[in-house]
């Protein structure tokens, strides 16, 4: 095997468990981000996004998001306000120690308020997650369709 081919093979191996890494999730320290996804929506609308936290380390707090296809970005829940369900911003989201925390239709979500373009089935949106103690991890929502219930692989618990 000459040189070249050895290092061609070493730098397809290298970007095949970067491809692997990045599809598996966004981790920074003990914070894995994973399977992050969003719904499609148009222009100056409202747009969604979920995806699972993995926590291996000290308890931390999702205090923040940024997303530069927003005007605004907040973090919400749902709450039931009599027989009705409402979507409320939060302070923060807790991420227990050693837990998984799932952000989810329903529960908790980062919402993309007056969006600036649409979200497009088939895209990809870079967002950036501000942890307390971790600091930033930039993650990525995949746009499925408007209806969608998300991707298979979105898993865990649910906290609310």
Known sequence: MTAFTRRAGLG????????????????????????????????????????TLRN??????L????????????????????NVMRMRPVEAIDLPAGETVTLAPGGLHIMLIDLKQALRQGESVPVTLVFEKAGEIQVT??????????????????RH
């Open 12 to 51: 397809a191996l290298i970007g095949l468990a970067a491809t692997r890494a990045q599809a598996q999730g966004h981790a920074h320290g003990p914070i894995q981000a994973e399977a992050g996804w969003s719904r499609a929506a148009g222009a100056g609308r409202v747009g969604a996004g979920f995806l």
């Open 56 to 61: 291996s380390g000290a308890a931390d707090r």
């Open 63 to 82: 205090v923040a998001a940024r997303a530069d296809i927003a005007r605004t970005v907040e973090l919400h829940t749902h709450i039931r306000d009599g």
């Open 141 to 158: 929502l995949e746009v499925q369709s408007a209806g969608s219930r998300g991707p298979a692989a979105v898993g865990g618990s649910h």
